[in-house]
């Protein structure tokens, strides 16, 4: 099968197009022809062994990826396609089904297929929605969910949302809407309208306000682009209030300290964890119109440098999706052909 596969850490064009082997599902697991899939912040820090984190992040990520090379050679953390071969122990697919979900820290999504235990977080693809909108449903939201459930967002609880425009940022103010939170979400001025009509309560432009400092507080900061810091978002925390980064080494030892001492906190999910009920969760959300994915550009999986340059810019709004031997946008009601293009997408 083609696959796209990195052979050292490094920039973007470490990536290549190479013929590998095509995985052959053990007895618990299916095999997926994957139809699209997505470059992640995930896939970028990895490939790069965390280089711009500082040494310890850097030695970290080479501990769990590989000290010298990458033990996985495949990048690419969600994905949406048909199944096309089953184990003997399967019970919940079947050749031909079409499903959608993340393979998370396993990677291995850019490639022609994949195999996934049928316990992975792997559900059938919401019905009306194409690959590459299904492609682009998890990882973002799957890590959101991560923080808003033990922040315990939910009606009569204020949250801002920082960062609102990003993959986990957009997931971020549609979930905590979805669990009747007042939400304010921050971005810059492009994406203002686009944050605005996923949900958000009131929308703060960070090129003109600093949110810190404007005097208001907030039972839960969702720090989605992991920029900031419990320091700083402190003062704008009600008693009690809690901080949620997604970034930031620090925040593996500020999480217990804060929770023992009591008073203001940090959450930090690690490791994430990705479940089979949550992506069912989301296609639940999705098929009752209360969800979708965020889609900035769409390429095809032989330009993956090109890009995974584009997600590195930290510009990206919602996802960047690569499709596999061409698109299927066809498939499903929401089939705008103008989708298959690479460049950014029509409003
Ligand atoms: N904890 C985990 O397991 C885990 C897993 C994956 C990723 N992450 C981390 O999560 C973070 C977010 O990932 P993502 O994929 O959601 O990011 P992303 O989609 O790449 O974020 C891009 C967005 O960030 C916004 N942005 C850029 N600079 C900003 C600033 N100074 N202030 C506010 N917003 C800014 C941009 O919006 P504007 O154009 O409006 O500025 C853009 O829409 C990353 O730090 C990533 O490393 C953590």
């Given at each position: 099968?083609?696959?796209?596969?990195?052979?050292?850490y490094?920039?973007?064009?470490v990536?290549?197009?190479?013929?590998?082997?095509?995985?052959?599902?053990?007895?618990?697991?299916?095999?997926?022809?994957?139809?699209?899939?997505?470059?992640?912040?995930?896939?970028c820090?990895?490939?790069?062994?965390?280089?711009?984190?500082?040494?310890?992040?850097?030695?970290?990520?080479?501990?769990?990826?590989?000290?010298?090379?990458?033990?996985?050679?495949?990048?690419?953390t969600?994905?949406?396609?048909?199944?096309?071969?089953?184990?003997?122990?399967?019970?919940?697919?079947?050749?031909?089904?079409?499903v959608?979900?993340?393979?998370a820290?396993?990677f291995?999504?850019?490639?022609?297929?994949?195999?996934?235990?049928?316990?992975?977080?792997l559900?059938?693809?919401?019905?009306?929605?194409?690959?590459?909108?299904?492609?682009a449903?998890?990882?973002?939201?799957l890590?959101?969910?991560?923080?808003?459930?033990?922040?315990d967002?939910?009606?009569?609880?204020?949250?801002?949302?920082?960062?609102?425009?990003?993959?986990?940022?957009?997931?971020?103010?549609?979930?905590?809407?979805?669990?009747?939170a007042?939400?304010?979400?921050?971005?810059?001025?492009?994406?203002?309208?686009?944050?605005?009509?996923?949900?958000?309560?009131?929308?703060?432009?960070?090129?003109?306000?600093?949110?810190?400092?404007?005097?208001?507080?907030?039972?839960?900061?969702?720090?989605?682009?992991?920029?900031?810091?419990?320091?700083?978002?402190?003062?704008?925390?009600?008693?009690?209030?809690?901080?949620?980064?997604?970034?930031?080494?620090?925040?593996?030892?500020?999480?217990?300290?804060?929770?023992?001492?009591?008073?203001?906190?940090v959450?930090?999910?690690?490791?994430?964890?990705?479940?089979?009920?949550?992506?069912?969760?989301l296609k639940?959300?999705?098929?009752?119109?209360?969800?979708?994915?965020?889609?900035?550009?769409?390429y095809?999986?032989?330009?993956?440098?090109?890009?995974t340059?584009?997600?590195?810019?930290?510009?990206?709004?919602?996802?960047?999706?690569?499709?596999?031997?061409?698109?299927?946008?066809?498939e499903?009601?929401?089939?705008?052909?103008?989708?298959?293009?690479?460049?950014?997408?029509?409003?």
């Amino acid at each position: 099968m083609r696959a796209v596969v990195y052979d050292r850490y490094g920039p973007p064009d470490v990536q290549r197009l190479a013929d590998v082997e095509r995985p052959v599902p053990k007895e618990d697991e299916v095999r997926v022809k994957i139809h699209a899939t997505t470059v992640t912040r995930s896939d970028c820090a990895v490939r790069e062994a965390n280089r711009r984190s500082g040494l310890a992040a850097a030695l970290l990520s080479r501990v769990i990826s590989g000290l010298r090379r990458p033990r996985q050679r495949i990048l690419g953390t969600e994905l949406a396609g048909e199944v096309n071969a089953v184990g003997a122990a399967v019970r919940e697919f079947t050749v031909g089904d079409h499903v959608f979900g993340a393979s998370a820290w396993r990677f291995g999504a850019h490639a022609e297929f994949i195999c996934m235990r049928e316990a992975a977080a792997l559900a059938h693809k919401p019905a009306g929605m194409t690959f590459e909108e299904a492609a682009a449903v998890c990882d973002g939201a799957l890590l959101a969910l991560m923080f808003l459930r033990p922040a315990d967002v939910r009606k009569g609880r204020t949250i801002l949302v920082y960062g609102a425009s990003g993959s986990i940022g957009t997931a971020g103010v549609q979930l905590a809407k979805h669990f009747e939170a007042d939400v304010t979400a921050v971005c810059n001025t492009k994406n203002l309208e686009l944050v605005k009509s996923l949900g958000a309560d009131r929308v703060i432009d960070y090129t003109q306000e600093d949110f810190t400092k404007n005097g208001e507080t907030y039972d839960v900061i969702f720090d989605a682009v992991g920029m900031l810091s419990f320091s700083r978002c402190r003062g704008s925390l009600k008693p009690g209030g809690i901080y949620g980064p997604t970034d930031g080494l620090q925040n593996i030892v500020l999480a217990p300290l804060t929770s023992r001492i009591g008073g203001k906190r940090v959450i930090f999910p690690i490791p994430p964890r990705y479940t089979k009920n949550d992506v069912r969760f989301l296609k639940d959300l999705i098929e009752a119109g209360r969800y979708r994915a965020v889609i900035d550009r769409c390429y095809p999986l032989e330009e993956v440098v090109e890009a995974t340059r584009y997600v590195e810019t930290k510009q990206k709004t919602g996802n960047v999706v690569l499709t596999i031997n061409g698109s299927r946008v066809r498939e499903g009601r929401d089939s705008n052909p103008r989708r298959s293009f690479k460049g950014p997408l029509p409003a």
